[in-house]
């Protein structure tokens, strides 16, 4: 079984960044694509960005291009989550999760994920 430890959350001042990781254990890993969502109080979970883990390719929630970068460290087993200009709308729980290998297309509903982390906190204030 497959277990994701995020990081990197915390709390920041409007218009400053952030980087989340999310690693991976447990087995030997090799996901068709590994994925950030968010949650903030009283709304549902939406998703953020994700990148497949062969060719690196990226989406993005039309709300978080040009501020926000997702990569990867195949060798580390880990994904990344740069935030910049970070916005107080931006508050929430930021879970990252994966999509088995046997996945043959990007999905952007968190429904469609396999396995999940357990989500940090990320907080900005005005």
């Known amino acids: 079984q497959v277990q994701l430890v995020e990081s990197g959350g915390g709390l920041v001042q409007a218009g400053g960044s952030l980087r989340l990781s999310c690693a991976a254990s447990?087995?030997?890993?090799?996901?068709?694509?590994m994925g950030w969502f968010r949650q903030a109080p009283g709304k549902e979970r939406e998703f953020v960005a994700a990148i497949t883990w062969s060719g690196g390719n990226t989406y993005y929630a039309d709300s978080m291009k040009g501020r926000f970068t997702i990569s990867r460290d195949n060798a580390k087993n880990t994904v990344y989550l740069q935030m910049n200009t970070l916005k107080p709308e931006d508050t929430a729980v930021y879970y990252c999760a994966a999509l088995d290998a046997y996945r043959v297309t990007v999905r952007f509903n968190d429904r469609d994920y396999d396995y999940w982390g357990q989500g940090t906190q990320v907080t900005v204030s005005s």
């Open positions: 447990g087995r030997i890993f090799s996901p068709y694509a």
